[in-house]
């Protein structure tokens, strides 16, 4: 299984990213899948997560200023970015869960401990 994250870089404070995310080697669509940063010197914290009947769950953080997003012919997950801050300045990772999700389930997996495959992280820098 492997995880492709791109689109990160260097923008000024009110800024937008788009992070794309390609897996391949996994069925894709029945699976939850999330975002996940981790500041330097920080620990790995939980953005958003996205669900099999597309239904969302973001942290208080990025409420309202980001979007998650699949799109399940592509296998590829997305994140947009809006209204950037200097805080959200990490390293980003995208990461898909092993286990089958029902489609009906409203659970929401916010824990890096929930996924089981990792992609290599993409670092997104906000100037102030």
């Known amino acids: 299984v492997q995880l492709q994250a791109s689109g990160g870089g260097l923008v000024q404070a009110g800024g937008s990213l788009r992070l794309s995310c390609e897996v391949s080697?996994?069925?894709?669509?029945?699976?939850?899948l999330g975002w996940f940063r981790q500041p330097p010197g920080k620990e790995r914290e939980f953005v958003a997560t996205i669900n099999r009947n597309k239904s969302t769950y973001y942290a208080d953080s990025v409420k309202g200023r980001f979007t998650i997003s699949r799109d399940n012919a592509k296998n590829t997950m997305y994140l947009q970015m809006n209204s950037l801050k200097p805080e959200d300045t990490a390293k980003y990772y995208c990461a898909l869960r092993e286990t089958r999700m029902v489609l009906t389930s409203n659970y929401y997996y916010t824990n890096p401990g929930d996924y089981a495959y990792w992609g290599q992280g993409t670092q997104v820098t906000v100037s102030s």
């Open positions: 080697g996994r069925t894709f669509s029945d699976r939850p």
